[in-house]
C-alpha cells in the first residue's frame, strides 16, 4: 500500500499565550512559537506505519507549510515514515481549509500512486474539521472523518466513526480520504535510531510553479473565508477605598452593586 498522511505543524500549546493577531493583515503572528506536528496528526501517522508493516508499502507525509517547519515535519519520518513533502510558497500564506485543501490536493495529485490518504480529524489551531471532507471531494475520493477504528481485510476497510450519540459502522474500498479521531490508537514515541536515520529520508520542497496552480487559487486571495474588522476591547480598572467600620462598609459596597445592577 502506498499512504500519504497530510500533517500540519501547530504551535506548541505551552506556547499558546504568545499568539498574537497582526492588526494590518489580521493573520495570526506564530513566529518565534516552537513548533510541533498537530497531535492528531501522529495517529494518522501511526496508523498509516501498522498498515505499512501489516501490508507492506511506503508511507508519505505530506504538509503545506513554511519553510522553516522542516525539522517539525521530520518527526513523523523519525516515527518511521519513508518520505516527506512540503508544500511551502509565500502565495500558499493565509489560506482557509479549503485553500489549504487545493494545495495538498496538487501535490497529493503530483505525488501520484497512493492508495489511502490518512489526515488527523482536526488541527489544534484551527479545529474545523474541513481538511478530510474537502481533499476527498477535490480528488474524487470517497472520505469520512472521526474515525476511530481502521481494519483492512482483503480489498474491503472497514471502520467505525463516532458520532454524538454513538458510532456508525462503514465498509469501503480504496482509494480514500479518512480523517482519524485519536481514540484510533496510541502513536509510538521517536527513538534517536529514528532521529538519525530521518536525517537522510527523501525530503521534497515544492512550491506554487511545482505544482502548476492558479494563485488567485491559493493562500488568502483564493480563500472564500475572509478576515472581518478586528476590535480590541478596551479594559478599564478602579477603585474607590472605604474607611470605618465594617458594617458601614459593608452597606456602601452594597449600595454600590445594586446601582450597578449587580444585585437586586
Same mark, same amino acid.
Given at each position: 500500500?502506498?499512504?500519504?498522511?497530510?500533517?500540519?505543524?501547530? %504551535?506548541?500549546?505551552?506556547?499558546?499565550?504568545?499568539?498574537?493577531?497582526?492588526?494590518?493583515t489580521k493573520l495570526l503572528e506564530r513566529k518565534g512559537i516552537p =513548533?510541533?506536528?498537530? %497531535?492528531?496528526?501522529?495517529?494518522?501517522?501511526?496508523?498509516?506505519?501498522?498498515?505499512?508493516?501489516?501490508? +507492506?508499502?511506503?508511507?508519505?507525509?505530506?504538509? =503545506?507549510?513554511?519553510? /522553516?517547519?522542516?525539522?517539525? @515535519?521530520?518527526?513523523?519520518?523519525?516515527?518511521?515514515?519513508?518520505?516527506?513533502?512540503?508544500?511551502?510558497?509565500?502565495?500558499?500564506?493565509?489560506?482557509?481549509?479549503?485553500?489549504?485543501?487545493?494545495?495538498?490536493?496538487?501535490?497529493?495529485?503530483?505525488?501520484?500512486?497512493?492508495?489511502? @490518504?490518512?489526515?488527523?480529524?482536526?488541527?489544534?489551531? +484551527?479545529?474545523?474539521?474541513?481538511?478530510?471532507?474537502?481533499?476527498?471531494?477535490?480528488?474524487?475520493?470517497?472520505?469520512?472523518?472521526?474515525?476511530?477504528?481502521?481494519?483492512?481485510?482483503?480489498?474491503?476497510?472497514?471502520m467505525k466513526t463516532k458520532i454524538e450519540n454513538g458510532y456508525v459502522?462503514?465498509?469501503?474500498?480504496?482509494?480514500?480520504?479518512?480523517?482519524?479521531?485519536?481514540?484510533?490508537?496510541?502513536?509510538?514515541?521517536?527513538?534517536?535510531?529514528?532521529?538519525?536515520?530521518?536525517?537522510?529520508?527523501?525530503?521534497?520542497?515544492?512550491?506554487?510553479? /511545482?505544482?502548476?496552480?492558479?494563485p488567485s487559487n491559493t493562500g488568502l486571495s483564493g480563500s472564500p473565508?475572509? %478576515?472581518?474588522?478586528?476590535? =480590541?476591547?478596551?479594559? +478599564?480598572?478602579?477603585?474607590?477605598?472605604?474607611?470605618?467600620?465594617?458594617?458601614?462598609?459593608? +452597606?456602601?459596597?452594597?449600595?454600590?452593586?445594586?446601582?450597578?445592577?449587580?444585585?437586586?
Amino acid at each position: 500500500m502506498n499512504i500519504a498522511v497530510c500533517v500540519k505543524p501547530v %504551535p506548541e500549546p505551552r506556547h499558546y499565550d504568545k499568539i498574537i493577531i497582526n492588526p494590518a493583515t489580521k493573520l495570526l503572528e506564530r513566529k518565534g512559537i516552537p =513548533m510541533i506536528i498537530n %497531535p492528531v496528526d501522529k495517529n494518522a501517522i501511526e496508523a498509516a506505519l501498522q498498515l505499512k508493516e501489516q501490508f +507492506g508499502g511506503k508511507v508519505v507525509l505530506v504538509s =503545506m507549510a513554511p519553510p /522553516d517547519t522542516r525539522e517539525t @515535519i521530520k518527526e513523523g519520518l523519525a516515527m518511521g515514515a519513508d518520505e516527506a513533502y512540503l508544500l511551502s510558497d509565500r502565495a500558499f500564506a493565509g489560506a482557509d481549509t479549503l485553500a489549504t485543501a487545493r494545495v495538498l490536493a496538487a501535490g497529493l495529485t503530483k505525488i501520484g500512486g497512493l492508495d489511502l @490518504i490518512l489526515t488527523g480529524s482536526a488541527s489544534a489551531d +484551527g479545529g474545523t474539521n474541513h481538511i478530510p471532507s474537502q481533499l476527498g471531494e477535490l480528488m474524487g475520493f470517497a472520505h469520512l472523518n472521526h474515525l476511530t477504528e481502521l481494519h483492512l481485510e482483503a480489498s474491503t476497510i472497514k471502520m467505525k466513526t463516532k458520532i454524538e450519540n454513538g458510532y456508525v459502522e462503514y465498509e469501503g474500498s480504496l482509494p480514500l480520504v479518512l480523517g482519524v479521531a485519536r481514540e484510533l490508537n496510541t502513536p509510538r514515541y521517536t527513538t534517536l535510531m529514528g532521529v538519525v536515520i530521518a536525517q537522510n529520508k527523501p525530503f521534497t520542497t515544492w512550491g506554487l510553479k /511545482d505544482l502548476g496552480l492558479d494563485p488567485s487559487n491559493t493562500g488568502l486571495s483564493g480563500s472564500p473565508t475572509q %478576515p472581518g474588522d478586528l476590535h =480590541m476591547p478596551q479594559h +478599564g480598572q478602579k477603585a474607590q477605598m472605604f474607611a470605618g467600620e465594617p458594617e458601614d462598609m459593608a +452597606g456602601k459596597i452594597i449600595a454600590i452593586l445594586r446601582t450597578a445592577g449587580v444585585l437586586d
